[in-house]
């Protein structure tokens, strides 16, 4: 293959993780969205355990966190994911600390 379709290869498959990390973002988004909606507005609360009873506003506080953290942190996690670098150790830069 020429440089041409390597790089054409490597960008397709990077495209297409990004892609599988976007819905999975997604997923985890709309679950925690459900969470929240059933949470916040006190859906079936009559079917709830009584311990989801109890602990009410702490669910709903960790599930607002999550989302904040999952929103906010998805642009890093799909960039992370596409472009992975190397990590450099002590071990890398062991002849400049002598």
């Given at each position: 293959?020429t440089n041409?379709?390597?790089?054409?290869?490597g960008?397709?498959?990077r495209?297409?993780?990004a892609?599988?990390?976007?819905?999975?973002?997604a997923l985890?988004?709309?679950?925690?969205?459900?969470a929240?909606?059933?949470l916040?507005?006190?859906?079936?609360?009559?079917f709830w355990?009584?311990?989801?009873?109890e602990?009410?506003?702490?669910?709903?506080?960790?599930?607002?966190?999550?989302?904040?953290?999952l929103?906010?942190?998805?642009?890093?996690v799909?960039?992370?994911?596409v472009?992975p670098r190397?990590?450099?150790?002590?071990?890398?830069?062991r002849?400049?600390y002598r």
């Open positions: 293959m041409k379709q390597l790089r054409l290869a960008f397709k498959r495209l297409h993780i892609q599988e990390i976007r819905g999975g973002l985890a988004l709309a679950f925690l969205g459900a929240l909606l059933v916040g507005f006190g859906i079936g609360r009559s355990p009584a311990w989801m009873v602990y009410h506003t702490a669910l709903t506080g960790m599930a607002v966190g999550a989302f904040a953290f929103t906010l942190m998805s642009p890093l799909v960039e992370a994911s472009n190397t990590l450099h150790t002590l071990a890398h830069y002849y400049h």
